[in-house]
T-cell receptor, first 113, second 114 residues
Framework: DAKTTQPNSMESNEEEPVHLPCNHS???????IHWYRQLPSQGPEYVIH???SNVNNRMASLAIAEDRKSSTLILHRATLRDAAVYYC??????????????FGKGTLLTVNP | SAVISQKPSRDICQRGTSLTIQCQVD?????MFWYRQQPGQSLTLIAT?????????ESGFVIDKFPISRPNLTFSTLTVSNMSPEDSSIYLC???????????FGPGTRLLVL
C-alpha cells in the first residue's frame, strides 16, 4: 500500500481555520485520498475523500495538489469538537487490497478555546 | 449511511479464556473488517470478514487466535482466543461498500486481560 506522511500533532485556536497536510508521494493512479478522524473514545468517522479535484462537504474541504503527491484537509472554523486524530489514507479504487483502510499514525489536532 | 453496534462495549477477562465480540450493522454492507487499537496507538487491521467463507487475515494475525465468522451481510463476530495480557486492546468492527464508499466504524470493544 502507498504510504502517507502526516505531522504528529498540530494546534489550532477555536473558530480559526486549520490546514492539515498529508504527503503521499508514491500515490498510484487508482488511489483515492480519504480522510477519517477519531474523536476521543470513539471509532473513526469518515470526513471526506477525493481523487483529483478539490472537494467540499459540510465537514471540511480537501485540496489536492495537481500532481496528487500531497493533499490538505481544511477545517474552515475549528471548534472544540474537532479535537481528534486525523488520518489521511490512500484507498485503491480498483479493488486492490480488497478496499481495506490502512491507518497510519495520523495527526493529533488540539483545539484551544 | 450505516450504524454499527458492538457487544460487549467492554470486558475484563482472565488469561487463558476466550471472548467473542459481536458486530451488527443496521444495513447490508459488502465489506466488513476487524481492527485492533492498542493504547495510544493507531488502528491495525486484523482481517477482512468474508460472507460465507474464511476470513482474510493480515500478516501477524492467525485464524486460531482470532477466529471470525460472517454468516450474512449485516453481522460478524471476532473471537479472541486463549487471551493473554498482551491482547488488552480496543477491538473495532467496520463495514462499507467499496473503495469509493464510506467505511463506517463501531464504537469499539475495550478488552482488559488480567
Amino acid at each position: 500500500d502507498a504510504k502517507t506522511t502526516q505531522p504528529n500533532s498540530m494546534e489550532s485556536n477555536e473558530e480559526e481555520p486549520v490546514h492539515l497536510p498529508c504527503n503521499h508521494s508514491t500515490i498510484s493512479g487508482t488511489d483515492y485520498i480519504h480522510w477519517y478522524r477519531q474523536l476521543p473514545s470513539q471509532g473513526p468517522e469518515y470526513v471526506i475523500h477525493g481523487l483529483t479535484s478539490n472537494v467540499n462537504n459540510r465537514m471540511a474541504s480537501l485540496a489536492i495538489a495537481e500532481d496528487r503527491k500531497s493533499s490538505t484537509l481544511i477545517l474552515h472554523r475549528a471548534t472544540l469538537r474537532d479535537a481528534a486524530v486525523y488520518y489521511c489514507i490512500l484507498r485503491d479504487r480498483s479493488g486492490g487490497s480488497n478496499y481495506k483502510l490502512t491507518f497510519g499514525k495520523g495527526t493529533l489536532l488540539t483545539v484551544n478555546p | 449511511s450505516a450504524v454499527i453496534s458492538q457487544k460487549p462495549s467492554r470486558d475484563i477477562c482472565q488469561r487463558g479464556t476466550s471472548l467473542t465480540i459481536q458486530c451488527q450493522v443496521d444495513s447490508q454492507v459488502t465489506m466488513m473488517f476487524w481492527y485492533r487499537q492498542q493504547p495510544g496507538q493507531s488502528l491495525t487491521l486484523i482481517a477482512t470478514a468474508n460472507q460465507g467463507s474464511e476470513a482474510t487475515y493480515e500478516s501477524g494475525f492467525v485464524i486460531d487466535k482470532f477466529p471470525i465468522s460472517r454468516p450474512n451481510l449485516t453481522f460478524s463476530t471476532l473471537t479472541v482466543s486463549n487471551m493473554s495480557p498482551e491482547d488488552s486492546s480496543i477491538y473495532l468492527c467496520s463495514g462499507g461498500q467499496g473503495a469509493w464508499e464510506t467505511q463506517y466504524f463501531g464504537p469499539g470493544t475495550r478488552l482488559l486481560v488480567l
